[in-house]
Antibody
Framework: EVQVVESGGGLIQPGGSLRLSCAAS????????MNWVRQAPGKGLEWVSV???????YYADSVQGRFTVSRDNSKSTLYLQMNSLRPEDTAVYYC????????????????WGQGTLVTVSS | SYEVTQASSVSVSAGQTASITCSGH??????VCWYQQKPGQSPVLVIY???KRPSGIPERFSGSNSGNTATLTISGTQPLDEADYYC??????????FGTGTKVTVL
């Protein structure tokens, strides 16, 4: 069974750092597209970052230069290092696998974790 | 950056048909998918590639996409379909783009 489980959220002061983890089972993170998607309280979904099977990484403009996505293939775990955190980064952070078919322009998330809450506040 | 918009809310009587729309410039040229999110839960994919249903998604969920508008249709809406629904497309500049979300209320 495909499953992803996030951890690492919590309360952090503005300007601080936090690292989120996402443990995957039932598939290999190294051969899939893995993402972080966030949802601020009472708000909609916002894509944050993706790491391709090739290792290429991409970020939303709102986190570019502050967040870094990485993975540990041996542990089948995805990470999100978040630095210089701001109050507007407060959200539930979801780990999600995406499916990509470049030939037909199809890109969607097929499995999501339960999310981990990050609160940035003094 | 590319944007897609949705009505904030839709109300439907139980057993009737709910139509949830998603609008964006030439959205019909892109593949659109839809997610259902119930309170306190993670999103669930209900439609991908405009019209396809993942395994386990009831047949009452269907999708279409043409011109500037994609539509998620729920036929014979049930109380358990009450949720927020998000469309999503892909843009080469901004990657994954989510719609603003529609809250579906079943009366």
């Amino acid at each position: 069974e495909v499953q992803v489980v996030e951890s690492g959220g919590g309360l952090i002061q503005p300007g601080g750092s936090l690292r989120l983890s996402c443990a995957a089972s039932g598939f290999s993170v190294s051969s899939n597209y893995m993402n972080w998607v966030r949802q601020a309280p009472g708000k909609g979904l916002e894509w944050v970052s993706v790491i391709y099977a090739s290792g290429n990484t991409y970020y939303a403009d709102s986190v570019q230069g502050r967040f870094t996505v990485s993975r540990d293939n041996s542990k089948s775990t995805l990470y999100l290092q978040m630095n210089s955190l701001r109050p507007e980064d407060t959200a539930v952070y979801y780990c999600a696998r995406s499916m990509h078919d470049h030939s037909i322009g199809s890109y969607f998330f097929d499995h999501w974790g339960q999310g981990t809450l990050v609160t940035v506040s003094s | 950056s590319y944007e897609v918009t949705q009505a904030s809310s839709v109300s439907v009587s139980a057993g009737q048909t709910a139509s949830i729309t998603c609008s964006g410039h030439r959205l019909g040229d892109k593949n659109v998918c839809w997610y259902q999110q119930k309170p306190g839960q993670s999103p669930v994919l209900v439609i991908y590639e405009d019209t396809k249903r993942p395994s386990g998604i009831p047949e009452r969920f269907s999708g279409s996409n043409s011109g500037n508008t994609a539509t998620l249709t729920i036929s014979g809406t049930q109380p358990l379909d009450e949720a927020d629904y998000y469309c999503q497309a892909w843009d080469s500049r901004t990657a994954f783009v989510f719609g603003t979300g529609t809250k579906v209320t079943v009366l």
